[in-house]
């Protein structure tokens, strides 16, 4: 019995010794100069990496134009003053950083008519104001994120979808078409908008026609104005013939643009 016990601490110790001296080499190796404890993980992060750059240069866009054309209507108070004269116009340029990061830079116009067939309070001297034209454009820059398709269907993927977000400068001018002797007005706001788009290739890397819809929130220079109220007498009673005013110009706005993508 004492034999066979000595026989098993003499294995155990001849064991530990063994992987001892197998870590210890392990150590060597790892702290030796010259050596990277994280030698593995680098050279595949960077082996991807490089799979991806060039998966992106073969099969990416660099920067894209794009022309277009649609619609823009406000909600609010200066959605029920005004005609939304269409079509609105739109020109930007994108730069791709990846397949799914873009900056974009841009400019767009739109052209609305609102009506005053009312002694308003801003204008008491004018009669009735007749048309207000009011002109608007906006410079933008933005950043669209294209969602990863890899795993959707065939359909999905080759519509792109994306998410934009812009800030914006909204510089509105309004004519008095009725009443030539009133001055324009003119005046600026900060915009931000956010939307959804869907980009169709009619050629892969060369151009596609891209559909997008944008949310904006503006701060227009006359949100507030008091101007096209409807005037009253001394009592508080409208004046003859006046029937429809606008208390304010609350309101934001909708765009729905379809664009010609040239793209390099």
Not at 6 to 21: K, P
Not at 115 to 127: C, F, K, L, T
Not at 136 to 163: E, M, Q
Not at 198 to 211: A, C, D, T, W
Request: proline content about 2%.
């Amino acid at each position: 019995m004492k034999k066979f016990l000595f026989l098993s601490f003499f294995i155990c110790q001849l064991s530990y010794a063994q992987f001892s001296s197998q870590m210890m080499d392990m150590v060597d190796d790892d702290v030796s100069v010259g050596s990277d404890i994280f030698n593995d993980f680098s050279e595949d992060l960077e082996s991807s990496q490089v799979l991806e750059d060039e998966r992106y240069y073969r099969y990416g866009r660099f920067f894209s134009v794009n022309l277009g054309t649609g619609v823009t209507t406000f909600t609010g108070n200066r959605g029920r003053a005004y005609y939304d004269n269409h079509p609105s116009f739109h020109l930007s340029v994108n730069y791709f950083i990846d397949f799914q990061r873009v900056l974009t830079l841009g400019v767009e116009y739109s052209k609305h008519t609102m009506i005053i067939d009312s002694v308003v309070n801003g204008y008491r001297d004018q009669g009735n104001l007749g048309a207000v034209v009011s002109d608007f454009t906006r410079p933008f820059v933005g950043y669209k994120y294209y969602i990863d398709t890899t795993d959707l269907g065939t359909a999905i993927t080759y519509s792109n979808p994306h998410f934009i977000g812009r800030v914006e400068y909204w510089y509105q001018t309004n004519k008095f078409i009725d009443q030539p002797n009133l001055e324009k007005q003119s005046g600026g706001g900060i915009g931000t908008s956010l939307g959804f788009g869907l980009e169709f290739p009619i050629e892969l890397k060369k151009s596609y026609v891209s559909v997008q819809g944008l949310y904006h929130v503006v701060n227009f220079f006359d949100k507030y104005t008091q101007d096209y109220r409807i005037a009253t007498d001394a009592n508080g009673v409208p004046i003859a013939g006046s029937t429809k005013g606008y208390d304010d110009l609350n309101g934001n706005v909708f765009s729905f643009i379809i664009t010609y993508n040239f793209t390099w």
